[in-house]
């Protein structure tokens, strides 16, 4: 979440403080459109600009009604139905007028059998436009690429962004004196004082390989630029990866399109005649094509879904030549201001259809009116060629296989703009042709230099200090019942001091135990890239002395984060961990990594925490602390998987394939003191199913088993617990810390976000645009008799409370099971659960009910 802003944060960054746009000269017609013979409604008529360079129109409602903002420049509207001829009607200079429309009855024709659809309630039944789109459905498969079999084709791409809607007062603006040189007049407004700051660029230039049979398609890319800040701030393949996910490419004959990372229903979906009213709105004589012209329609505005054009051929293909889409002002959707789609096809010499243009564009805004962020994506294909054997060595390659030149004199020609001008289907804009030089004079500005090193401290915790990071500043203080208040600094050094070595550290200071904690590793990359970059190769040896929570593995933050320092109920149950490591990590290009490692490890009980051993006489017997010696192998393997990588972590890009794991580790008795032999099988699997209209869901299962005999509880299972107000994904929010272990377990955890499926139908409710949000999690498992303390005196007794009363326990023939309901996208950052715990009561302090939030952000 804190990467998804840090983006946002770099083009919304001037934002807030932002006056309304300078307007440009508008013209606003209201009126009707009405049939001339009876005087009814003509509902869904086309009202289109006459004269202007691109397609301005908007189409009349259900009751005939229609609102059109026209630039005062165009002085006339054309207005068309099927089933009508059309009329034009002349435009006034005043600022807003009404025109009411009257169109005549055209004679039927004959060459098209299309009948208008009748002027009642709208209904599927007997309607021709529903018609046409199943027959669209129908013969979507022979008239995408996958209906081929052999395709090959040059395509270039391009990504753009910027911030939009500047006026002449915030371009003189005092603050930007010195940054005169980034601005350009947008292209595509009418307004000459409009700007735009260009803050983004991409391009690929890729010949394409299709193979039907085995299904395969293989993208050569030839040569790809982008416009990169300074890698101390930004990743910059990360930010390229999550660009091209929010302008996804667009396939409009898939049953889903995923824009922004959510997915849309397209319009040729088998299930969209449930979700969209469709309309004949006109015919169209396209050089020697006939075409329809189908325009389709939200049932419900507020769904995630598409309003627009389709042009169809009515050459017995029932292909798509044409698609013009965006989506309704009502939408569920944070932070879109506008969207546009348009695709383009032709046809071969064999009738087969491809996909020639693909442009989406998409302007960003915190607010619905002023300044934003604009962005295009666009998709050109050229040099189409279908039927052309290859063999099977083209299709062998990864999916996007990047051809790199060998010579350094051709990797200088590929960047260069005069190579790239022979590249390109058609000409940067004057913004875009600027955006490379720009952003390298940029970052050599001081004052925007120290603008990004601010930007870095507040989203990445990390302040810059030459060759060295001081951080995570959200760690510097926190508060636990042990240590009390607790106060820490580190850091780490950075590429500036070596490209090969990394070293990282802190200290901390406890003040009620009056005890130093401490952390140090040295990284030495075997790859002569950063270990924090993919695909990761890297040695690390670490030594440290801090505390834990026993069964804590937080992701994404550390246990010493001061918004974790407010927990619910006794938490008193502490750790002083010495552990010393030595570990081995190898990432492959397929996304498969391995890691290896071994570490001696001495755990001392703190607070209520104890190591006691039940003697016949009754008493406890207290053991000091415990050794263990751990060699661990595990594999991981995410296919296709993207990520943004931050200072202390990976931000996942979530796809719709599984992330598969596997660990092993062996605890060695008697190697550097550790006390028990034991081996731990880990297995675990993640994916996200995307469920079109009804949202998607996040499942997470795995188990383990850990095999060996009088085994203590600290080298077995604890589960995962939360005792913060905060809703944490992978703990289980009303368990208490050390409530369970085991040394065989399954667990599940289901997410489900509705994104908005209910809220969205119910009136008034759908205007706060919320999200539904359910979870279920659990987890069962169990203590084999040599390890359990309630049958086997000779390992460590179950751990108590404050109180005296036993605090630990394993499962009692029933999984631990919790759910929760709740609300997201508050104020478009917020989930708030309400979380019922549904069994196992009986324990100690146990909640039934609980509220907990998380930021969540998406679009």
């Known amino acids: 979440m804190k990467t998804k802003l840090f983006y946002l944060f770099i083009l919304f960054g001037m934002l807030f ?59 006339k509207i054309r207005i068309s139905s099927v089933g009508f001829d059309p009329e034009e009607y002349p435009v006034s200079d005043e600022s807003e007028q009404n025109i009411r429309v009257m169109l005549f009855p055209a004679n039927s024709i004959e060459e098209i059998v299309v009948k208008a659809p009748k002027r009642s309630k709208y209904s599927n039944k007997n309607n021709p436009a529903v018609e046409l789109i199943r027959k669209v459905v129908e013969h979507r ?32 603006r005092k603050v930007f004196k010195n940054y005169q040189f980034l601005f350009q007049e947008d292209d595509t407004a009418k307004n000459s004082s409009n700007y735009v700051l260009p803050a983004y660029m991409e391009e690929k230039f890729s010949k394409v390989y299709f193979r039907k049979n085995p299904n395969a398609k293989k993208q050569y890319i030839l040569a790809e630029r982008k416009a990169e800040f300074d890698p101390k701030f930004v990743d910059n393949d990360g930010l390229s990866k999550y660009f091209n996910r929010l302008y996804d490419e667009i396939e409009i004959y898939d049953n889903n399109i995923t824009i922004l990372t959510n997915q849309f229903l397209s319009p040729i979906a088998n299930s969209a005649p449930t979700f969209y009213r469709f309309y004949i709105t006109d015919t169209v004589k396209n050089e020697n094509e006939s075409l329809v012209e189908l325009s389709f329609f939200p049932r419900n505005k507020n769904d995630l879904l598409f309003k627009g054009k389709l042009y169809v051929t009515l050459d017995g293909n029932y292909a798509v030549k044409g698609a013009e889409m965006t989506v309704a002002d009502e939408i569920n959707l944070n932070f879109v201001r506008d969207l546009n789609i348009e695709l383009g096809f032709d046809k071969t010499n064999d009738n087969k259809y491809y996909l020639t243009k693909s442009s989406l564009g998409i302007d960003f805004a915190i607010t619905g009116k002023g300044k934003g962020i604009k962005g295009k994506r666009v998709v050109l294909i050229n040099d189409y060629e279908n039927g052309n054997v290859r063999p099977d060595s083209i299709y062998a390659v990864p999916d996007q296989y990047v051809v790199v030149p060998e010579e350094k004199t051709e990797k200088e020609k590929t960047t260069s703009e005069s190579y790239w001008a022979t590249l390109r289907p058609e000409p940067l804009s004057k913004a875009e042709n600027s955006i490379y030089n720009n952003i390298d004079s940029l970052q050599r500005m001081p004052s925007f230099r120290t603008f990004m090193d601010v930007s870095a401290l507040v989203f990445s915790g990390y302040k810059q200090a030459g060759p060295v990071e001081i951080g995570p500043v959200n760690t510097f203080y926190s508060y636990n019942p042990v240590e009390g208040f607790r106060l820490r600094v580190g850091g780490r050094t950075t590429e500036q001091l070596s490209k090969t070595f990394y070293a990282e550290g802190y200290g901390a200071y406890g003040f009620d135990d009056q005890k130093w904690k401490y952390f140090l590793s040295g990284t030495y990359s075997l790859n002569k890239k950063s270990p924090y970059k993919f695909p990761q190769h890297y040695l690390r040896v670490s030594a440290s002395y801090d505390t834990k929570i026993p069964g804590q593995n937080l992701e994404f933050v550390q246990e010493d984060n001061v918004l974790l320092s407010f927990k619910r109920g006794e938490n008193r149950s502490y750790l002083y961990n010495e552990v010393y490591r030595l570990d081995y990590k190898v990432e492959f290009s397929n996304n498969l990594s391995l890691n290896a490692g071994l570490g001696t490890w001495k755990q001392t009980p703190a607070g209520v925490l104890s190591y006691s051993l039940l003697q016949p006489d009754g008493t406890h017997r207290f053991i000091n602390n415990l050794h263990s010696t751990e060699f ?144 279920f999690k659990g987890v069962y498992g169990g203590l084999r008799d040599s390890n359990n303390p309630s049958l086997n005196t000779s390992v460590y007794d179950w751990q108590t409370n404050s109180k005296g009363e036993q605090m630990s326990f394993t499962f009692d023939g029933k999984p631990y099971m919790e759910a929760s309901a709740g609300v997201a996208n508050i104020f478009k950052v917020l989930r708030v659960d309400l979380v019922r715990r549904l069994n196992y009561l009986d324990h100690p302090e146990a909640p039934k009910w609980g509220v907990r939030a998380r930021i969540k952000f998406d679009f």
């Not at 994916?687 to 600290?714: C, E, H, M, W």
């Open 17 to 75: 403080s932002f006056h309304s746009l300078s307007a440009q000269q508008f013209i606003t017609i209201k009126g009707k459109v009405l049939n001339a013979e009876n005087y009814e409604a003509i509902p869904y008529a086309s009202i289109k600009v006459v004269g202007a360079s691109k397609d301005i129109g908007t189409s009349s409602n259900d009751k005939g009604e229609y609102t059109l903002t026209v630039p005062s420049e165009y002085k």
């Open 632 to 775: 661990n192998v595990g594999l991981r393997y995410a296919p296709k998987e993207e990520f943004y990588q931050g200072k202390n972590y990976r931000t996942p890009i979530f796809n719709q394939y599984p992330i598969m794991s596997f660990n092993y580790t062996a605890g060695v008795k008697g190697l550097f003191g550790g006390e028990y032999n034991y081996h731990n099988f880990t297995a675990g699997v993640f994916k996200r199913f995307y469920l079109s209209q009804l949202g998607y869901a996040d499942v997470n299962v795995d188990g383990t088993y850990i095999a060996g005999n009088n085994l203590p509880f600290p080298v077995l299972n604890i589960h995962r617990a939360n005792q913060t107000y905060a809703y944490q994904l992978q703990s289980y929010n009303l368990m208490n810390f050390m409530e369970f272990i085991s040394d065989h377990h399954v667990s599940w955890n289901v997410q489900y976000y509705m994104n908005g499926f209910i809220f969205n139908k119910i009136p008034l409710l759908n205007r706060l645009k919320l999200r539904e949000v359910f979870s």
């Open 141 to 172: 498969d022979q008239n995408r690429l996958t209906g081929q079999a052999f395709a090959e084709y040059d395509q270039y791409e391009k990504i753009s962004l910027g911030l939009s809607n500047l006026d002449e007062k915030f371009k003189n």
